[in-house]
């Protein structure tokens, strides 16, 4: 049997169940209504009940006995060392389109890691291929109701489908959605569309048989694979056109109609660089369902037009002096000067530049924001007259840092160019205010 490692508690949320009960960083839970925690499923399933008892070892060895009466769902607030509370478990895949095989070589570690761990997918909303999901671990996700689960599907052939993960058991792994599906467990899924791989026949062969899964596979996202110029000796892969790109929504529209006439639902989601590429208007807010595949790039230009006109019309405007500058990858640019223009019709002294940067460290096939670097940035605003800040989306930056891609740091950054940086929360309140200054009139 696999040894259980001990689960030590990194930090306590204040005013906590946690803190209440004196338990202080360097701890160690032991376990949970007398059961060992395997990992973080475990122990989100063992605390859900109302009346816990749980035992904690101290740093001078002693263990504490505590019992713990508490609404049911209510957590404990306790973050530990390790989030997964057992190891990270890797891709087993070699998947045709894998954007970190396209990676430079000397860029930090972190990034070359491949988690395909259907715990991450719970936790975090990852995507996960389900190849080296095991039967214990299918059936702890419908013991527990660890939903929504989220899926790479790529396709519903099988044989194609071992072909671009490069696994030969993942055709089968897709039998364990129907297991998913009978257990009335949520899912959500996505495809990554390769140029003459997956997409056309193909892909409409996927939209039919996904549909089956209806209503418990809630949305199925289609998003155009990321190439970046570091793929020598990977598997030729072709960029998307235009045209392509309008065959795809018509394609993903066609669906939509039929599935929402019988379900409802839109559930087939386009991502909004299709939309971007064919140059055509980005849907209305109905067709999202909800913004279910926000996260996957789907529907972040319809929200952030919506949340930038609920903010405006709260606003009066007025003749407030501020000049700034926006910098953002070239397939956003456009949108932003859009909503730019409608906050300057408000706020007409409000001077505001969109700079468009284009991505010469990963190629120029790769034109979304999210991955430009701190060095792209630099040496394409340098000698700008960027005004009083440069603002710049959080999703730019590794997660809970200031940090970009390439290593280089805002503070970094902002020395360079000589101008204060803002980094501004994906959400058009947020967006309002950071070009407009702030304070609301």
Same mark, same amino acid.
């Given at each position: 049997?696999?040894?259980?490692?001990?689960?030590?508690?990194?930090?306590?949320?204040?005013?906590?169940?946690?803190?209440?009960?004196?338990?202080?960083?360097?701890?160690?839970?032991?376990?949970?209504?007398?059961?060992?925690?395997?990992?973080?499923? /475990?122990?989100?399933?063992?605390?859900?009940?109302?009346?816990?008892?749980?035992?904690?070892?101290?740093? /001078?060895?002693?263990?504490?006995?505590?019992?713990?009466?508490?609404?049911?769902?209510? /957590?404990?607030?306790?973050?530990?060392?390790?989030?997964?509370?057992?190891?990270?478990?890797?891709?087993?895949?070699?998947?045709?389109?894998?954007?970190?095989?396209?990676?430079?070589?000397?860029?930090?570690?972190?990034?070359?890691?491949?988690? /395909?761990?259907?715990?991450?997918?719970?936790?975090?909303?990852?995507?996960?291929?389900?190849?080296?999901?095991?039967? #214990?671990?299918?059936?702890?996700?419908?013991?527990?109701?660890?939903?929504?689960?989220?899926?790479?599907? =790529?396709?519903?052939?099988?044989?194609?489908?071992?072909?671009?993960?490069?696994?030969?058991?993942?055709?089968?792994?897709?039998?364990?959605?129907?297991?998913?599906?009978?257990?009335?467990?949520?899912?959500?899924?996505?495809?990554?569309?390769?140029?003459?791989?997956?997409?056309?026949?193909?892909?409409?062969?996927?939209?039919?048989?996904?549909?089956?899964?209806?209503?418990?596979?809630?949305?199925?996202?289609?998003?155009?694979?990321?190439?970046?110029?570091?793929?020598?000796?990977?598997?030729?892969?072709?960029?998307?056109?235009?045209? *392509?790109?309008?065959?795809?929504?018509?394609?993903?529209?066609?669906? =939509?109609?039929?599935?929402?006439? #019988?379900?409802?639902?839109?559930?087939?989601?386009?991502?909004?660089?299709?939309?971007?590429?064919?140059?055509?208007?980005?849907?209305? #807010?109905?067709?999202?369902?909800?913004?279910?595949?926000?996260?996957?790039?789907?529907?972040?230009?319809?929200?952030?037009?919506?949340?930038?006109?609920?903010?405006?019309?709260?606003?009066?405007? *007025?003749?407030?002096?501020?000049?700034?500058?926006?910098?953002?990858?070239?397939?956003?640019?456009?949108?932003?000067?859009?909503?730019?223009?409608?906050?300057?019709?408000?706020?007409?002294?409000?001077?505001?530049?969109?700079?468009?940067?284009?991505?010469?460290?990963?190629?120029?096939?790769?034109?979304?924001?999210?991955?430009?670097?701190?060095? *792209?940035?630099?040496?394409?605003?340098?000698?700008?007259?960027?005004?009083?800040?440069?603002?710049?989306?959080?999703?730019?930056?590794?997660?809970?840092?200031?940090?970009?891609?390439?290593?280089?740091?805002?503070? =970094?950054?902002?020395?360079?160019? =000589?101008?204060?940086?803002?980094?501004?929360?994906? *959400?058009?309140?947020?967006?309002?205010?950071?070009?407009?200054?702030?304070?609301?009139?």
């Amino acid at each position: 049997m696999k040894k259980i490692r001990e689960h030590v508690i990194k930090s306590i949320e204040p005013g906590s169940i946690a803190e209440e009960l004196e338990l202080e960083p360097g701890d160690v839970l032991v376990e949970v209504n007398g059961q060992p925690v395997r990992d973080v499923l /475990d122990y989100h399933y063992l605390i859900n009940e109302e009346y816990l008892e749980i035992v904690v070892r101290k740093p /001078d060895g002693e263990e504490w006995e505590l019992e713990i009466e508490k609404e049911y769902e209510d /957590d404990l607030g306790i973050e530990f060392e390790n989030g997964m509370m057992d190891d990270y478990r890797s891709c087993s895949n070699k998947c045709i389109f894998c954007f970190i095989d396209q990676l430079p070589k000397n860029m930090r570690k972190t990034l070359y890691f491949k988690d /395909d761990d259907s715990r991450l997918s719970f936790l975090q909303g990852n995507y996960v291929t389900l190849t080296n999901m095991s039967q #214990e671990d299918v059936d702890r996700i419908i013991t527990y109701r660890m939903e929504p689960i989220n899926i790479s599907f =790529q396709t519903m052939n099988p044989e194609l489908r071992c072909k671009m993960l490069h696994n030969r058991f993942a055709g089968e792994a897709l039998k364990k959605v129907d297991q998913f599906y009978e257990a009335g467990i949520i899912m959500n899924g996505q495809i990554v569309l390769c140029k003459g791989v997956n997409d056309g026949e193909e892909l409409n062969h996927s939209i039919e048989q996904l549909t089956q899964y209806l209503p418990y596979l809630q949305s199925v996202s289609v998003v155009p694979v990321g190439l970046t110029r570091y793929r020598d000796g990977l598997y030729p892969l072709e960029p998307f056109t235009r045209e *392509d790109a309008e065959q795809v929504l018509d394609l993903i529209h066609s669906w =939509q109609e039929r599935i929402y006439r #019988e379900y409802g639902t839109h559930f087939i989601h386009a991502g909004d660089e299709w939309y971007l590429l064919a140059e055509r208007e980005i849907p209305e #807010e109905e067709t999202y369902d909800g913004y279910l595949q926000l996260e996957n790039g789907v529907g972040m230009v319809r929200l952030l037009r919506e949340e930038t006109a609920a903010e405006l019309a709260e606003r009066q405007g *007025d003749d407030r002096k501020r000049r700034v500058t926006i910098a953002t990858g070239e397939l956003a640019a456009p949108i932003l000067r859009e909503i730019g223009d409608d906050i300057t019709k408000k706020y007409p002294g409000i001077d505001l530049q969109i700079q468009a940067i284009k991505n010469e460290f990963f190629g120029g096939k790769i034109t979304v924001a999210g991955l430009l670097t701190g060095q *792209d940035l630099a040496k394409q605003l340098s000698g700008l007259d960027l005004g009083a800040e440069l603002l710049l989306g959080d999703h730019m930056l590794k997660s809970g840092e200031q940090v970009f891609l390439d290593d280089m740091t805002v503070a =970094q950054l902002s020395g360079t160019l =000589q101008v204060p940086i803002t980094i501004v929360k994906s *959400d058009g309140k947020a967006f309002v205010e950071a070009v407009v200054g702030g304070s609301k009139a």
